[in-house]
């Protein structure tokens, strides 16, 4: 082991820099791939031959909903999985005592990112074709660029850089993409449920800190019936979009109730913490009638710890008694996100080792910090027992207009993670 030259940091480094360019290009190329939900497969198919180039074994896999549904985590869908598929790039490294690391020392890894991506909103608002990715004062604009596909291309050029310089990994290193972080989560789930677990998991989403909590969230739809009548004897009718914002109100003043319970993981960086957001609403048929319909979805967010039993419960009681004040008919359906809040601890071995390793590769402290959202770190952290966090780089106008990715950043993360595979797995010759 002695007489083999590792390479240092400062050697990876190097590497990852020589690669900005493919990687760039290779960045390019997934955005302009239209992955919104339901149109994941060509997007795959090219990160298909991604991995394959990297010489890894590739497991391209349908989601089976029988597999899953039943499981912790899982959340419900009112849709097909058919042609849903995830990608998982394996490294298996040949048994050796010629490592970096002594065997007992060498640990595994998954590489997790998401290639589904949000709708754009009005294409006119923004400054090219959200799915022509261009590069402008540093940065590269498309939708996706920053949640999440620069961070799929990050672990993807680390494990490169790592091959370019003669080694590989010493211990097993997954590279999954998946579909629906946006709305489920099930397809990382889906990997679980497969059997691929390692020492550790990093989702590189667009937050350059690393990440230590993350709220939890519910989606649902609330359907109010009112009665239909014209105009002149609107005292006849019941209006269901009034009924609904009159619901939606009630549920403001739960927001605000639930925003004055402090938690350690958040109240330090942020007054309000848990967000309720009206997605999407539509109702009514004609100008001069009282509308008999109104439906919107909500997304709540909810402490990690909460059961998610308390949460629908609250939300239930809440437009129940609402509803019953206004005579109001109505209906919740619970589709898509049903997620538990997760705290990361700062004080394990993954996260100490990354903080380490970031500022060994870049020079200055990292930052931990939470975030009022939720990735599929929860699955690995809550139901695997597999230490969980995100880093990934810079972003800006995720799910907004001209979402843009920092190219700078997005090198630093590369660096980090490709640093971070030789400080946690260990490295091995390629030969």
């Known amino acids: 082991m002695n007489s083999i030259q590792f390479p240092t940091h400062e050697k990876i480094v190097e590497a990852v820099d020589k690669l900005q360019n493919e990687a760039i290009e290779k960045l390019k190329q997934m955005v302009s791939f239209d992955s919104v939900l339901g149109n994941e497969r060509d997007v795959q198919l090219y990160v298909e031959e991604v991995f394959k180039s990297l010489d890894l074994k590739v497991d391209r896999f349908e989601i089976d909903l029988e597999k899953i549904k039943n499981l912790p985590g899982f959340s419900p869908v009112n849709w097909s999985y058919k042609g849903k598929e995830n990608v998982i790039g394996i490294h298996e490294p040949t048994p050796t005592q010629h490592a970096s690391k002594p065997e007992s020392e060498r640990k595994s890894l998954i590489f997790n990112g998401h290639v589904d991506v949000v709708p754009t909103g009005r294409d006119v608002l923004w400054t090219q074709n959200p799915f022509s990715p261009y590069v402008k004062d540093g940065r590269l604009y498309g939708r996706g660029s920053g949640d999440m596909k620069a961070g ?22 997954l590279l999954q993409t998946v579909v629906e972080e946006e709305c489920t989560g099930n397809g990382t789930l889906a990997c679980l449920e497969r059997g691929y ?68 993981a958040f109240s330090d960086k942020f007054d309000h913490p848990l967000n ?93 910090s939470p975030v009022l959202c939720t990735t599929d770190s929860r699955f690995f952290e809550l139901y695997y027992n597999i230490p969980a ?42 030969h």
């Open 152 to 173: 799929i291309i990050a672990f993807i050029i680390a494990y490169k850089a790592i091959k370019e310089l003669g080694f590989a990994p010493a211990a097993k290193v």
């Open 197 to 264: 677990r390692a020492d550790a998991a990093i989702i590189p989403e667009p937050f350059p800190e690393i990440i230590t909590a993350q709220v939890g969230l519910v989606w649902c739809k609330v359907n109010v019936r009112g009665k239909p009548a014209h105009t002149l004897e609107m005292s006849k009718g019941i209006n269901a979009i009034d009924g609904a914002m009159y619901l939606v109100g009630e549920l403001r003043k739960l927001e605000t109730e639930w925003n004055t319970v402090k938690h350690e």
């Open 276 to 368: 309720f957001n009206l997605g999407m609403i539509s109702g009514g048929e004609w100008t001069s009638s009282v509308p008999c319909e109104c439906s919107f979805d909500l997304r709540a967010g909810f402490y990690p710890g909460t059961p998610l039993e308390s949460v629908r419960k609250a939300i239930i009681d809440t437009i129940d008694r609402a509803a019953k004040e206004k005579n109001l008919p109505y209906t919740i359906e619970w589709n898509g996100f049903q997620a538990e809040g997760v705290t990361h601890s700062a004080s394990g071995d993954m996260m100490k080792q990354l903080g380490a390793t970031y500022k060994s590769a870049l020079g200055t402290e990292a930052v931990y």
């Open 389 to 430: 966090t995100c880093l990934g780089p810079e972003s800006k106008a995720i799910h907004g207009i001209d979402e843009s990715v920092s190219l700078e950043s997005l090198r630093d993360i590369t660096r980090v993670l490709a640093c971070f595979i030789s400080d946690w797995c260990g490295l091995q010759p390629l």
